[in-house]
């Protein structure tokens, strides 16, 4: 399915008085990036128009996003959508607002830390999207104005050099007037001056560019942007998101929409079955981010919870990076720990973390923003910091974060493609059908065509290599059915002016890219809302949401066939051990000659409940078997169980 027609008027405003049916829910998760997330909220609007939001995740300025959809869910949990209407949809208009500067409302938020001035015009002038000489002129011209001529020299001697050299360039030229022996030997002469001049120049700027690099890059965080405006001074990203949550959720600056406050919002699935005492009260709108801790080298799911690890922070840590009314909140709902009151280190909430600071922390693009410290305490040992960055470092597309084996409601998938990666068939937007997806659309492809030898297919190259290890798990499961039949794919030119890291994008193509974001989530409703009855009366087909339910469910029983192929032989024959059976035997306390001291001792109550764990096991790989034989359906490419720990 395939949309190509741009639209830049945007989305109509929601009506309160055609909301959705109240038990009409879906999940979305958003791909991560950087400016191209623009693309996001005029697609959650066109959702919001047929559906309430349960479950909203994301990375990076995907989790930007998700922050203001469940901030405007919020609102509408309490009647309110001026949340979507006021501030969603509001939002790539407000960010191509033109300054006073000549530059958008996005660019302006961007601000470099003290000192970091001239590396954040050089970054901003190597993704401006200026190609060619033009392009090359500019960043050359950005170096000799920032690097050479600029009146604020770091150090004395640098001026000291350059008026040198300009000196000693003038004498010699006027010797070689003096005394001119052939016109040969003086052309010689002044030439080899002139490149001994020009390489004496590009020595000065690439030393104090180094050192520039040293000092901002190689500093806390390594990175140019707390994400905070100077003191007293315009908002910066951080600033403004702030803004926009609270401006979302309706709630004031001092009062930080929190996780507590999404799960606990009226309505919600289940609240029946809950009322009733059948199950506890299950999270109203559940919002989950990624991030990336680089100490430990793995991906970080947000909020915590009791199954994943623990963190701590240090207020001055945290200070830079956070309004003065969160971080008041962070300190007020997490007091020092007793053990570390020396440090003044206080643990990192959970339920009363506030959105704003999971977004922060997923939102971390390396070099542009600076990683966020936070700190871990081992079981032996001292506390020590762990560096957060950017949670597509690890995982871009978190797709998998609300799955489940047979879905009760559509999980929407919004992803970002290189156009390079696009077939001729296809417009601006791609929707796959069910199991029927070209193989040239469920998986992007290479970039390293045929061509001559050169540096950029080197470079090429390696970017290949450094995309695959950090992608490859969010590409593999984005190709299963099941899966890939949820996701609308928007392709984007980042050679051209579209996303990226083009700070500088001017008006007319950040309101281009939302009317994409508005293509994609039409193309989504278009899907999956239909007017059809769907199969009650065996005369209709199935329409996409039920075949949907039923290609997941075959894809799951396919992939549980193959873990459980083998089980009911070992659990039973295994050489060198005894049988599972036997085992849960000797440690059934009831059973044993003599008690037994260990931590895997069981009650005869947990004993029996494992033996019959162990049948079941057995007749479900039986019964998996027999299927198999039936079932006309088979998943491609193959799908697998694993286990992994907790994010």
């Excluded at 973390?353 to 939102?363: E, G, N, T, Y």
């Excluded at 079981?379 to 910091?385: F, M, N, T, V």
């Excluded at 199969?535 to 329409?543: E, K, L, S, V």
Aim: glycine share 8%; hydrophobic share 40%; charged share 15%.
């Amino acid at each position: 399915m395939t949309v190509s027609t741009p639209n830049a008027s945007g989305p109509a405003l929601l009506d309160p008085s055609q909301e959705p049916p109240l038990d009409r829910y879906c999940d979305v998760v958003m791909k991560g990036g950087v400016t191209d997330g623009v693309v996001y909220p005029w697609a959650v609007m066109e959702l919001a128009q047929h559906y309430r939001f349960q479950s909203i995740g994301g990375t990076s300025v995907g989790a930007v996003a998700a922050a203001l959809t469940a901030a405007s869910e919020y609102s509408r949990r309490y009647g309110s959508v001026n949340g979507f209407n006021k501030v969603l949809r509001e939002v790539p208009l407000g960010l191509a607002e033109l300054q006073s500067s000549g530059q958008t409302k996005l660019f302006s938020l961007f601000h470099p830390s003290p000192g970091g001035e001239r590396l954040f015009r050089l970054f901003v002038g190597f993704f401006s999207k200026q190609k060619g000489l033009a392009g090359t002129w500019a960043i050359i011209k950005e170096l000799l104005a920032d690097y050479l001529l600029s009146p604020n020299l770091r150090l004395p001697r640098d001026r000291g050099i350059l008026l040198l050299l300009i000196g000693g360039a003038l004498l010699l030229g006027a010797l070689c007037l003096l005394y001119p022996a052939t016109v040969l030997p003086l052309l010689l002469v002044l030439l080899s001056n002139v490149a001994a001049i020009a390489v004496l120049l590009l020595g000065i700027i690439g030393w104090r560019l180094l050192d520039d690099v040293r000092r901002q890059l190689g500093g806390p965080g390594c990175g140019l942007c707390t994400g905070m405006g100077p003191k007293g001074g315009p908002d910066g990203f951080t600033d403004w998101l702030h803004k926009g949550i609270q401006g979302a959720s309706a709630r004031d600056l001092d009062k930080p929409l929190t996780f507590r406050d999404l799960w606990d919002a009226p309505g919600g699935p289940d609240l029946d079955l809950y009322r009733d005492g059948w199950i506890e009260r299950p999270q109203s709108i559940a919002l989950q981010m990624m991030s990336t801790n680089l100490t430990h080298g793995r991906a970080c799911g947000l909020p915590l919870n009791d199954n994943s690890e623990r963190l701590y922070f240090l207020e001055a840590d945290l200070a830079p990076y956070f309004p003065d009314e969160v971080m008041t909140h962070l300190c007020a709902c997490s007091p020092v720990l007793d053990d570390y009151q020396h440090m003044g280190l206080r643990r990192l909430p959970q339920g009363d973390l506030p959105v704003l600071v999971a977004a922060r922390l997923s939102l971390s693009f390396p070099i542009l923003f600076k990683a966020v410290p936070l700190w871990a305490v081992p079981a032996i040992g001292a506390p020590y910091r762990c560096w957060f960055s950017d949670g597509g470092i690890c995982a871009n597309f978190p797709i998998h974060l609300f799955d489940a084996v047979l879905p009760r409601w559509p999980t929407f998938g919004i992803t970002l493609v290189d156009r390079k990666h696009a077939s001729a068939k296809v417009g601006d937007i791609w929707v796959d059908e069910a199991n029927t997806a070209p193989p040239e659309l469920s998986q992007p492809a290479s970039k390293l065509r045929p061509a001559p030898p050169s540096l950029g297919r080197l470079f090429t190259f390696l970017g290949s290599i450094l995309n695959a290890a950090r992608l490859w798990n969010d590409n593999a499961t984005a190709r299963l059915p099941g899966v890939r039949e949820r996701i609308v794919k928007i392709y984007l030119d980042p050679e051209g002016s579209q996303g990226g890291l083009n700070l500088t994008m001017p008006p007319q193509d950040l309101l281009a890219l939302a009317s994409l974001g508005q293509q994609a989530g039409q193309a989504l409703v278009d899907r999956y809302i239909t007017a059809a009855p769907g199969n009650q009366t065996g005369c209709q087909p199935p329409n996409a949401w039920e075949v949907h339910r039923w290609v997941r469910f075959n894809t799951f029983v396919r992939a549980i066939q193959d873990k459980m192929h083998g089980f009911t032989q070992s659990a039973r024959r295994a050489p060198h051990t005894q049988p599972l059976g036997g085992l849960t035997n000797s440690l059934d306390q009831s059973l044993s000659p003599k008690p037994i001291a260990s931590p895997y001792v069981l009650t005869t109550r947990q004993a029996q409940a494992l033996r019959n764990v162990e049948l079941a096991l057995a007749q479900l790989e039986a019964n998996l078997d027999t299927a198999a034989v039936t079932q006309p359906f088979e998943p491609s490419p193959q799908p697998e169980l694993r286990l992994r720990a907790t994010l």
